[in-house]
């Protein structure tokens, strides 16, 4: 019979995709269904209709229940399944281990982070900006007495134009003019007003070179004009409220006032920059354009695409040789790429305290190797915990488990221990990051998007390195025997796996050791530059900034000097160990000779001594004129003059033809005012009688804060208003050492971490082998062995390897340090006293750690070990 | 009671099975709540609905003949559990309980 159904077919398509997703068992009633109900659409409705309705239902099946569950049914995945089920069992069999196992990866990992989001950090400087691999500073070496260079980072006004006219390989160049310890007194009205430090002036070409991101305005307009200002977001809120301030006016107050308009608001400034600035105005010297003397100005350019930086550094000792024809020697002009300055230029007179690239290889070298150390604990405590494992491998090697099975499971294992290590991790080094945002100059976090991202690229190398690590062990316990594993006899693969345990071990105790060292000669070098004598009193000087708005100085210090606890006060131009000017000495050679602008109390209030000749003396006024300096010894020597010259007048300076005479009126001890790493340089003092910068104020105090008010309140007195900021000359010192400072505060950390993975790791084995010579140690007890030589025995094993460590990693670290040390003028001594302790501490450690765990099984009853057999 | 819980569709899928007793297959029970209760639906819905109740154990099914109708695909015929009574009579329960704990006062509707 023929009837409709043979010559209806629903759509072939549907019945294909539902075949596709269907499950099995409810396909054939389910197709039955809809089949029957085709039918019965057919015979109402079109063919084209009923297709669709077909399609309608069979879509409609798309629902959870009748989905085909492919995963669920694989034996792959139920074996994969039971991997983690075992892994999971076996982390919680095994407390202590695990607990070590992921305390060690997490804190090693931990550290790793933490080094690498920091180094991520100090290599991104700058690179912000558009085309930052086309910026450039352009810098001139000064040349010193002595006739060495003095790398420095400024340069006359006049050469950003000369550059930008002569070359054509520049395509924009602008100046940067920062504020050199000046204070700006700037608000919208009277009423508002705040002292500004961050104001930075420049060209109408700072934004062709430079890529700040606008908020508001545009950069071409930005500056385009003397009296437009661009201020960063959180001034505009600042000073206004609002950001859109386009328009609105702030004046500078000074002598003069300057009223500006705002022309653009930019973001803040990213911490990633070398420079930093809150307002942008127009330069507004005269005669600077043509200027070659003034060397306080920073030249940038930005060069054309597809420069030949080589090239155009050989062009530019010709070009300043045309420019300055004036000159006898021309000091090296070179040329840096923005993004190396933070890192790479250490001159004098950068715009900020830069990082330092060898610091950065110390870092990066430290958190591979704490890395190191924990991923050598994890394989260590692995292979060992492996070869108790062995009867389970044999059990389930008779059931049946392939090789390759057995490398899944364990590899299974190793994963789970590290996805957990890397979570600890993050967790330990976002704490890391809370407590150290001191030490690291910045704010930093996990939960920042590019650093999750970096967690995240880091997670996924530490899985990929996780398997890595894992298959060792995983190889090596799948390839024992089934007979011998299940006897759980240990073949000699076991004793090799012993041997590269032993191995390890030394490798982390010779990091261990090379790190404790160095952090002792990293704090022995800073405790040597803290305490050393710095050649003057620099304890409890108070310095007080804007001491230029005081009208009369004279009477400020008569009436500072009537407070008991203030034993001298003193005004002078600059800052010894922060700033102080330069010029050049002496004639036909000239000295470079650093030097600050002070009153006759100065020498005095310093303490620093005179050797030879006299103070400056306020009765007589020519001292106060012409080339009359007290000198330290090295600008003494520099200049070719003995004591015998000191009093009598020597050709000083060179005016064109004409020679003016100086005197060199006394002589002072030499004394530091740079960092420790360069020689002491000459240094001058010079007397004038006009107003000073920088108030100076020798306390003989106890109670600080009580003086301190006292001087707070004559300072109101005299002080037409501005604010009273002071801070203390050792503080300008500290921070001449911020590096070395940041180094061993971040090298303290990471070595106590080291050494600790080191010690949980030597604890760890330790506590395995004493538990597999359980029964070995209980009859040798039985037989009449003592506690103690028993433990001894145990104990001395350990300590051998320590002791091998440290053979080879007291003479690398003598090497590595003494390198480091070179780096200084003045450096503290290597004395056998650092690798005295560096070698008594970790054998020390290490016989706790191990003597206490053999200590204690030598004391268990042997009856307890002994009874199983 | 959890135990008993039916949603509102599933109650009437159960109920049209025990309506089509012996006959009660995808379409059948499709057929007779769209034209019992004018609604439409879908083979999805109700097959999931079916399934649901086979896994609570309101349902039992068996596959029976194979028709020339159904392109040689067997049917898979519902019926009842026990548990699946229970759970309407349960379900019916309560709502009587509910219905006779209204007041009268509330179905007083006036004009005001």
Not at chain 1, 413 to 419: K, R
Not at chain 1, 718 to 724: I, W
Not at chain 1, 849 to 869: E, F, H, M, W
């Amino acid at each position: 019979m023929k009837d409709s159904s043979s010559t209806y077919q629903p759509p072939k398509a549907a019945d294909r995709f539902l075949r596709w997703f269907c499950r099995e068992e409810l396909l054939e009633e389910v197709k039955g269904d809809l089949f029957e109900y085709y039918l019965l659409e057919r015979k109402t409705k079109s063919e084209w209709r009923a297709g669709i309705s077909y399609w309608f239902h069979v879509l409609h099946f798309l629902r959870p229940f009748a989905l085909k569950r492919k995963i669920q049914d694989s034996n792959f995945n139920i074996m994969y399944k039971s991997y983690f089920k075992y892994a999971w069992r076996n982390m919680q069999k095994h407390r202590t281990n695990t607990l070590m196992n992921l305390l060690s990866l997490g804190v090693g990992m931990a550290c790793f982070i933490f080094i690498f989001i920091y180094i991520k950090g100090e290599l991104s400087y700058d690179k912000f900006h558009n085309d930052s691999d086309r910026i450039h500073r352009v810098v001139i070496d000064l040349f010193e007495s002595d006739g060495g260079i003095l790398p420095d980072a400024t340069t006359p006004p006049a050469l950003a134009i000369a550059l930008q006219r002569e070359l054509p390989e520049i395509a924009s160049s602008t100046r940067v003019f920062p504020k050199w310890g000046r204070k700006f007194l700037i608000g919208a009205n009277e009423d508002q007003q705040y002292f500004e430090e961050e104001l930075i002036q420049t060209d109408s070409s700072f934004f062709d070179v430079f890529s700040f991101p606008f908020i508001h305005g545009e950069p071409k307009t930005a500056l385009d004009a003397p009296d437009k200002m661009v201020l960063t977001r959180s001034m505009a809120l600042k000073y206004f409220g609002r950001e859109n301030v386009l328009g609105e006016t702030l004046t500078i107050y000074g002598s003069n006032n300057q009223v500006k308009r705002i022309s653009a608001v930019v973001e803040d400034v990213s911490e990633f920059s070398h420079f930093t600035f809150d307002f942008l105005t127009r330069l507004n010297f005269n005669n600077i354009d043509n200027n070659w003397g003034w060397w306080n100005y920073y030249t940038y350019v930005k060069v054309n695409q597809d420069t030949d930086m080589r090239a155009l550094g050989g062009k530019l000792l010709g070009f300043y040789e045309s420019a300055r024809p004036d000159q006898e020697r021309y000091a090296p002009i070179y040329t840096q790429a923005i993004t190396d300055i933070h890192l790479k230029s250490n001159l004098k007179w950068e715009l900020s305290v830069n990082g330092n690239m060898d610091n950065i290889y110390i870092f990066g070298a430290l958190g591979v190797f704490v890395l190191l150390i924990s991923c050598i604990n994890y394989l260590n405590l692995t292979i060992a915990d492996s070869l108790k494992r062995l009867k389970e491998i044999g059990v389930r090697k008779v059931f049946g488990a392939h090789k390759k099975s057995l490398i899944s499971q364990f590899l299974i294992e190793a994963l789970l221990t590290i996805i957990f290590a890397i979570v600890i991790g993050g967790v330990f080094a976002e704490a890391l990051f809370r407590n150290m945002g001191d030490v690291l100059g910045r704010n930093v976090s996990m939960l920042q998007v590019e650093n999750l991202q970096v967690f995240l690229l880091i997670g996924l190398t530490g899985v990929v390195f996780g398997i890595l690590a894992g298959l060792y062990p995983a190889l090596h316990m799948s390839s024992f025997k089934v007979a011998s594993a299940v006897k759980g006899i240990v073949s000699k693969s076991g004793r090799s796996a012993k041997g590269l345990r032993k191995t390890l071990l030394v490798i982390q105790f010779s990091i261990s050791t090379i790190m404790i060292v160095g952090t002792l000669v990293v704090f022995e070098q800073l405790k040597y530059v803290q305490n050393s004598d710095l050649g003057f009193e620099s304890e409890q000087v108070l310095i007080i900034e804007n001491s230029r708005r005081i009208s009369n100085q004279e009477t400020f210090k008569a009436e500072l000097e009537r407070i008991p606890a203030i034993s001298r006060a003193s005004v002078a131009d600059g800052i010894i160990g922060g700033l102080n000017w330069t010029m050049t000495v002496g004639t036909p050679n000239g000295v470079l000779m650093n030097y600050v602008v002070t009153d006759p109390d100065f020498i005095d209030a310093m303490g620093f001594e005179l050797l030879e000749g006299r103070n400056f003396d306020k009765e007589r006024p020519t001292d106060a004129q012409g080339g009359n300096l007290i000198v330290n010894k090295k600008a003494l020597s520099d200049l070719g003059l003995t004591m015998e010259d000191v009093g009598k007048p020597v050709p000083m300076f060179s005016n064109g033809d004409s020679i003016i005479n100086g005197t060199v009126l006394g002589v002072i001890e030499d004394f530091h005012f740079t960092d420790f790493k360069s020689e002491i340089k000459p240094f001058a003092f010079v007397y004038r009688t006009n107003t000073k910068d920088y108030s100076y104020i020798k306390l003989n105090s106890t109670n600080i804060g009580q003086t301190l008010t006292q001087i707070e309140e004559a300072w109101n007195v005299a002080s037409n208003g501005a604010p009273f900021e002071y801070y203390f000359l050792d503080e300008t010192y500290a921070s001449l050492h911020v590096q070395e400072e940041k180094l061993s505060n971040i090298l303290l950390y990471l070595t106590f971490l080291a050494v600790f993975i080191a010690f949980m790791g030597m604890f760890a084995i330790a506590n395995m082998t004493i538990k597999d010579r359980l029964k070995e140690i209980a009859v040798r007890k039985v037989l009449g062995a003592s506690v103690t030589g028993v433990s001894g025995m145990i104990t001395t094993k350990f300590l051998a390897l320590v002791l091998v460590a440290n053979i080879i990693a007291l003479p690398l670290s003598y090497y590595l340090m003494s390198e480091w040390l070179s780096g200084f003028a003045y450096r503290t001594d290597l004395g056998p006293l650092i690798f005295t302790l560096a070698l008594g501490s970790t054998l020390l450690v290490a016989w706790i750690t191990v003597g206490y765990q053999s200590v204690r099984a030598a004391l268990i009853n042997p009856i307890r070990n002994l009874r199983q057999d | 009671m959890k135990k008993y819980q039916l949603g509102e569709f599933e109650e009437i899928v159960l109920l049209t099975v025990g309506v089509l007793y012996g006959n009660a297959y995808g379409v059948s029970i499709k057929e007779e709540i769209e034209k019992r209760q004018k609604r439409k639906v879908s083979v999805g819905a109700l097959q999931s609905a079916l399934r649901r109740m086979e896994s609570k154990g309101f349902l039992d099914s068996e596959f029976g003949e194979s028709t020339k109708m159904r392109g040689g695909k067997r049917k898979r015929y519902f019926k009842i559990t026990a548990l699946g009574k229970k759970a309407l009579d349960y379900n019916m329960q309560t709502r009587l309980d509910l219905w006779n704990q209204i007041p009268d006062v509330a179905f007083e509707f006036k004009l005001c």
